[in-house]
C-alpha cells in the first residue's frame, strides 16, 4: 500500500512539474522569451503560478473587463448624444458614416505608422515614451470604438433594425462575419476582454499586430496591402459581435419575453460560467495540442476543437461585454445619463493605466494558430510575477558576466606583465 502510494505521488508530481512546463511555455510564445534559470526557479513552485492564474482569473472578470466596456460605453454612446442628436441633428446616415471615416482613418493610420510612432516616442522609460505610448493606446481605442460604432449603428439604421428586421440583419451579418474570420483563421481577433488581456510592456506598447505583419523594411505597397487586409479582418469581427450581440437581444427580450434586466443578468450569467468553463477546459487542451504533434488525424482534431473553443470564447466575450455595458446603464447614474457615461469613462481609463492595462483598448489581428499559444491570457499578476524573476535573472547574468569578462582581463594582465 506504501509503496502503491508513493508510486501515485511521484506520478501526481511528474503531472504536476507537467503541466506547469507546459504552462511557461505557451506563456512564453505569447509574451516573451524566459531565460532557463527563470524557468529552473518557476517550475518548483508551480502552486503559487496557478494560485496568481486563478486570481487573475477573477480580477479579468470584476476589474479589467468592466473597466475596458467603460471606455467603450463611454466613447459610443456619448458619441450618440453629441454627434447623432447635437453635430447631425438626428440625421444618423451621416453621423455613422463620419464615425465610421474617423474609425477607419485613425486605426489605418495606426496599421500603416505605428513603426514610425515608436521611432518617434524616443527611448523607453523617459517622460516623453510614457506620455506618448498612453496617448498612443487612448487614441486607438477611441479610434477603434467610433469605427464600431459607425458599422454597427449604420447597419442598423440603414437596413432597418426598429423596423423589425432585427433577425435577418444579425443572420446576415453573424454569417458574413464569422466566414470572414473562419477563412483567415482569425477568429481570436473576436476575442477581448475579460477571456484575456494585454499588459503595458513599455518596449512594445506602441505597436500593430497585423496580418501581414509588416515592419519599416517593408515596401509601402506591402504595407498598404497589409492595412487592407487588417481593415476588412476588423469589419469581420464587428459583424460576428453586431450579430451575436442583436440575437441575444432579440431572443432573450422579444422571443422569452425577458425584460432588459433580466436579459443582462443572463448575459452576465453565460459570461462567468462561460468564463469558468473556458478556464478549465483550456488545460486539456493544452495538453492534448501537444500530443496531437506526434498524429496526423489527432493535428485535425485539435484544429476543430481549437475552433469551438475560440468561437464559444467570442460568444462568452460578448456575453460579458453585453452584461458589464447594460449593468452600468441600469445601476450606476441612471438618472443623469452624460455623468453616467463620462464619469465611468474616466474612471475606467484611469483604473486601466493605474494596473497598466491601458493596452487593453489596443485592436489587432490575431491568428488561430496553437503555435501562438493555446492559453486564455489571464496573465496580471502572473506576468508581472515571471517578468520579475526574470530580469532578476537577466540582471544576475550580466552581472556575472561582466565579473568574468574583469577577472579575464586582469588574468590577461597579469600574464603580459610576467612576459615583460
Known sequence: MHTEHTVNMEKNVKEAKSISRLFIEDFEVQNWKILEKTKHEILPK??????LYCFDYIFCHLIIGPSVVAFWRGTWDYSNIWLDKDLFSGDLTLSNLH????GLAITSG???FHHNVSTLAGDVGTVKHSILRHVFSIIWGFGDVIMWKGLWDGVDHWFGLEEGNGATIATVTLLIGLTILTLSRTMKAALSMPIGIAVDDPEHQISCSTFLETDLKSSWHKRAVDCLISRILEIGVILT????WTFTDIVTEEVYELSHTESTFFSLFVGLSGGFFLFVVQIPLLKFYHSSKSNIYSGYMFLVFNFFFNLAGVYITISSF?????LMGIYFLPASPVASLVSAQVIGVLVLVSIRCISCLHAGVYRDFPSDGVLVTFHHTVYFYIKNINDKA???TEETYAEETCEKLINGGSKFLENL
Do not use: N, Q, V
Open 110 to 112: 495606426i496599421d500603416l
Open 322 to 326: 453585453r452584461s458589464s455595458w447594460y
Open 241 to 244: 459581435w453586431h450579430g451575436f
Open 46 to 51: 508551480s502552486g503559487k503560478l496557478f494560485g
Open 394 to 396: 537577466k540582471a544576475d
Open 99 to 102: 464615425c465610421l471615416t474617423i
